[in-house]
């Protein structure tokens, strides 16, 4: 009997396998390895990298020097803009035809199931539309800056007051310490509860560990050759697929339980975005794959966005120095940041965040999958089921975008007569634009602006490797290898030197 089994689980494997080498050679044939351009040839055998420190930034010269700004990977089957023509043609003119695909959606789709980050169509739509009427409110700001101000009150500050100053443990890495925040601050939005992650002893929490695992093992999928190799290991429980199931089922406990234990408590007096769908949505995976969309949406982007502007500001003392003035101004010496048009009035802080993201976007590419045969506005023939990827990392270092100057971090380049001025969406489509833009601008905002204004007013923070050249771990969004290790010192013995803001309205168009 056992030997039977044995023999029909042979005979399933073999299948298996051919099967799978079927359609791999199929996948490979479609791709086009044999290709030697120079791109090509530069890609496979990785000679980009005797010469840049990143793939973006080789992107970002190739993207640079083309005339139309669009280049093409024949290997990878991936044409790259950074056209704004063209990202306005995809995500609003032809939005339809430039949908995620399906390829994107089978990737994720075990993580993020049907929440809104991985659907195309009327599920996209419904969520869209009943998130939208939920963000948009303007009570939903408020209630966003009083979870932040709490935490930041409450465990980043304490945080950094413990270790500051001190020789011996002074050195903090403040991406894990954004990573944190981040998640305390998204799942206390988003379900109204609190991991505590950013406390003092900065302990581990099962559910944050469970879904950086996920989200980093769902990313891995992307760069397998071919999506059998992950389905197969996925079919037979195998390596990092058995991790994933291991990890995505914590994930779904903890999940489902907090939806349980929100409807035992009612949601009718709870202001969370759960408790606010809960309202009209009954089903419990649905509302799981919702939330969990909204965290991988939420938590670190605004960690990578965070890491690169204290990177850079300590780059830029002058800064530094304009935000503290600015703040001292509007907010008062030594006074707290008291509401949300105070946060508002901060201009000139506000063109250092966009500035910031300009140069380190937290998504630095996104791409879509061409439905049918279609022509972008710079002449590039996009065949049906090419895949095309705008770059926002690329777009932010084009001198005919941002003029000359677009290598230097210039806060002013975003202020008319000192007021903030935004540009063209799709000339910075680091929320991405048109039709899917991101839905959490307005809170990443209220959470970049506080956290960095509470960390530039009280501690000056110093780069431990004051030369080191940003170097990106491969994943969804924009992550520092090796973290952003820094010394932390208090402010209190230091006063801001006076420079004064110019604000010139050059864009250098
Ligand atoms: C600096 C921080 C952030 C950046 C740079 C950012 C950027 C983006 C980008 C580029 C997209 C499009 C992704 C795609 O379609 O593949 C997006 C979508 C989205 N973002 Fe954000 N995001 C940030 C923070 C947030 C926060 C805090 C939330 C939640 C409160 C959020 C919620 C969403 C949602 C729900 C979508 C999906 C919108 C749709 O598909 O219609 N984002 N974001």
Redesign the pocket.
């Known amino acids: 009997m056992e030997h039977e089994a044995w023999r029909a689980f042979l005979i399933l494997m073999i299948t298996v396998i051919i099967l799978s080498l079927f359609s791999l050679s199929r996948y490979l044939l479609k791709l086009k390895l044999w290709c030697n351009c120079e791109i090509c040839d530069a890609y496979l055998t990785m000679s980009w990298s005797k010469e840049f420190d990143n793939l973006c930034d080789w992107y970002a010269h190739l993207l640079s020097k083309s005339q139309s700004k669009t280049i093409h990977i024949h290997v990878l089957g991936n044409t790259i803009t950074a056209n704004p023509d063209n990202v306005e043609y995809m995500l609003k003119t032809r939005f339809d035809n430039f949908p995620?695909g399906k390829s994107f959606s089978m990737i994720l789709g075990d993580f993020l199931g049907q929440g809104?980050?991985n659907v195309d169509g009327d599920l996209?739509r419904f969520q869209?539309n009943m998130?939208s009427l939920e963000?948009d409110r303007f009570s939903i700001r408020f209630y966003a800056l009083e979870i932040v101000n709490h935490e930041i009150k409450n465990r980043l500050i304490p945080l950094l007051s413990s270790v500051a100053g001190k020789e011996d443990h002074g050195i903090l890495d403040l991406q894990d310490v954004f990573r944190r925040f981040s998640f305390d601050s998204?799942c206390k939005?988003l379900f109204g509860l609190d991991p505590r992650c950013l406390e003092l002893s900065l302990p581990m929490s099962e559910f944050a560990v469970a879904f950086d695992l996920a989200s980093k093992l769902s990313a891995e999928r992307a760069m397998t050759v071919s999506p059998m190799i992950w389905k197969i290991k996925r079919m037979l429980n195998l390596g990092s697929e058995k991790q994933l199931k291991e990890a995505l089922k914590i994930i779904d406990i903890l999940a489902l339980e907090v939806i349980r234990q929100r409807r035992k408590m009612g949601i009718s007096t709870h202001k969370d975005l759960l408790s606010r769908f809960m309202g009209t949505v009954n089903d419990e995976t649905y509302l799981r794959d919702i939330v969990i969309?909204?965290l991988l949406?939420?938590r670190d982007?605004?960690a990578s966005?965070l890491t690169g502007f204290i990177w850079l500001l300590a780059k830029h003392p002058h800064v530094c120095s304009l935000i503290q003035l600015e703040a001292d101004r509007i907010i008062g010496q030594n006074q707290e940041l008291q509401s949300f048009d105070q946060l508002r009035e901060l201009n000139y802080l506000q063109a250092a965040v966009y500035e910031s993201?300009r140069l380190y976007?937290?998504?630095q590419f996104?791409s879509k999958f061409c439905q049918e045969d279609d022509l972008l506005p710079d002449g590039t023939f996009v065949k049906k089921g090419t895949r095309v990827t705008y770059h926002p990392y690329s777009m932010g270092r084009i001198m005919e975008i941002w003029g000359e100057d677009c290598l230097e971090f210039k806060p002013e380049r975003w202020l008319k007569n000192g007021v903030f001025f935004p540009e063209n969406p799709f000339k910075y489509?680091?929320?991405?634009a048109g039709f899917?833009v991101?839905?959490?601008?307005e809170?990443?905002l209220v959470?970049?602006k506080s956290v960095a204004l509470s960390i530039v007013r009280k501690f000056q923070i110093k780069l431990v490797s004051a030369n080191r050249i940003p170097r990106f771990s491969p994943g969804l969004t924009a992550t520092l290898s090796g973290g952003l290790p820094v010394i932390v010192q208090e402010r209190f013995t230091i006063t801001p030197i006076k420079y004064s803001i110019s604000g010139h309205d050059s864009k250098g168009k």
Do not use: H, N, Y
């Open positions: 995620k809104i980050f996209w869209k998130a963000l998204m939005f969309s909204f949406a939420g982007t605004v966005a993201m976007p937290p998504i996104d489509p680091v929320f991405q899917r991101c839905l959490g601008k809170m990443a959470e970049i």
